[in-house]
């Protein structure tokens, strides 16, 4: 399905609110809107609804932790492989794996917490 063809499966936005707000309060949003690249109305909206506004930088480390947990699993993939294979297992290849493991949890763990609906940044 194009973008055009889900634009006209949405609701259409007809209604407008005007809202008043001081310097101060336009330009603490002003800068929130910045950090996060989206639009004032984009994000006002998603902070009624309760939605959590993921800030550009949090999508950055998200793909970058995703790209490091990948990576974790391909050298884990590499030493199972490695270890079928060899004829002298090492002693240290379970340690290996138990830090490579660890390390993924700790992603993981990063990874729930940025995406966290209730996370304190919302508060």
């Known amino acids: ?3 055009k063809d889900s634009k006209k499966n949405e609701e259409r936005k007809g209604k407008r609110i005007d809202l008043r707000v001081t310097e101060h309060e336009f330009s603490v949003i002003s ?3 910045d950090k996060a690249r989206i639009t004032r109305s984009s994000y ?5 609804m ?3 506004v993921l800030t550009h ?4 480390i998200i793909f970058q932790l995703r790209k490091i947990g990948n990576n974790i699993n391909q050298i884990t993939k590499q030493v199972h492989i490695i270890s079928k294979f060899s004829d002298k297992k090492e002693q240290s290849l379970p340690d290996i794996l ?3 493991s660890s390390i993924g949890e700790q ?3 990063i ?3 940025i995406l966290k609906d209730d996370h304190a940044s919302k508060d």
């Open 1 to 3: 399905m194009s973008k």
């Open 31 to 33: 800068s929130l809107c």
């Open 44 to 48: 006002i909206l998603q902070a009624v």
């Open 50 to 52: 309760n939605e959590r």
């Open 57 to 60: 930088i949090d999508a950055q």
């Open 98 to 100: 138990k830090e490579i």
């Open 107 to 109: 992603i993981e763990a």
């Open 111 to 113: 990874s729930h917490y």
